[in-house]
């Protein structure tokens, strides 16, 4: 358990070894190369990162090689980063059974969020990132693939992102699913749920062209939705609001190998009560399928509260 902390952690786990339970809460970061560095080699069974305050700082990364069970990150304030991410989970040889990015706040944080699975590793078995607020996020290179303040690369069971509200940002997009390389066949999203959100005033460029609320990224054909019943199987996004943004409120580019048919995402707002066609609506990108839209911001968003410290 570390408690309070002002200083920098480091931590490596060797082949073999095992964590149990291990608790980062009520630290006060600032200005430092890095507030967590978290290498495992060996395994851990739950790791809870909670009610931290970091500022101008290196942010938190987490590279796993050998088996994570559950990774928690919630209730956390990231602010004026001086790094190009907040938090940074990267897994390898084997699984995340579980991870959950919830309640945080992100103020010119960089890029906020990025999950990774850089290896065709089997995909983790739960992640949410639900409540989170992000503003002013941006980026400092340019990429080869989209940016955005909730990246998810590498495929993924049992995804949800609900409930965020994101804004204001330069040069990186809201929420990105990458598979893989364009070129490369890519890992599927699994039982894939995108709702609840809210994503206005970004605008710039993420590295692959004009922002989006949220861009879709070579995403494989045996991708699926929440409700592996419901026909057509496809990832579905709907009951969010896309406004006010530079770019499209949705993009869809496909990969080069057996790439999903369209994206499905009715039930939003597009900022325009005629839609993403209307003359004000954030429109869609690709193989979009929109057949129906909300005349207006929808009244029970789950947006999260304000985190103040």
Request: no cysteine; net charge negative; proline share 6%.
């Amino acid at each position: 358990t570390l408690v309070g902390n002002t200083e920098g952690v480091y931590w490596h786990g060797e082949p073999g070894s095992q964590s149990q339970k291990v608790l980062f809460s009520g630290g006060y970061w600032f200005d430092n190369l890095s507030d967590i560095v978290w290498s495992d080699n060996g395994e851990s069974d739950s790791v809870i990162y909670t009610h931290n305050k970091t500022v101008a700082s290196g942010g938190v990364k987490f590279f796993v090689d050998h088996r994570g069970r559950n990774f928690t990150f919630t209730g956390n304030q990231f602010s004026y980063m001086g790094a190009p991410l907040s938090v940074y989970i990267e897994y390898g040889a084997e699984r995340l059974s579980q991870v959950f990015v919830t309640g945080n706040q992100f103020m010119d944080a960089g890029r906020g969020v990025y999950v990774s699975n850089q290896t065709n590793s089997p995909l983790p078995d739960t992640l949410d990132v639900k409540g989170n607020t992000f503003v002013g996020g941006s980026r400092s290179y340019s990429p080869t693939i989209p940016l955005a303040n909730i990246n998810l690369y590498g495929g993924g069971n049992h995804i949800s992102v609900v409930g965020n509200e994101i804004s204001h940002g330069v040069n990186v997009s809201g929420i990105r699913f990458v598979g893989g390389p364009l070129v490369e066949h890519a890992q599927p999203f699994y039982n894939l749920r995108v709702t609840d959100n809210k994503v206005y005033a970004l605008s710039g460029n993420d590295g692959t062209g004009t922002v989006s609320a949220v861009h879709f990224y070579n995403m494989p054909s045996n991708s699926t939705m929440m409700n592996a019943a419901a026909s057509p199987a496809m990832p579905f996004v709907e009951f969010n609001a896309f406004y006010s943004n530079e770019g499209p409120g949705i993009t869809y580019t496909k990969g080069a190998y057996d790439p999903l048919a369209h994206i499905e995402a009715n039930h939003n707002w597009w900022g325009d009560p005629a839609g993403p066609t209307g003359p004000n609506g954030d429109g869609v990108v690709g193989d979009v399928l929109v057949d129906t839209w909300l005349a207006g911001l929808p009244q029970y968003l789950n947006l999260p509260l304000v985190i103040r410290y």
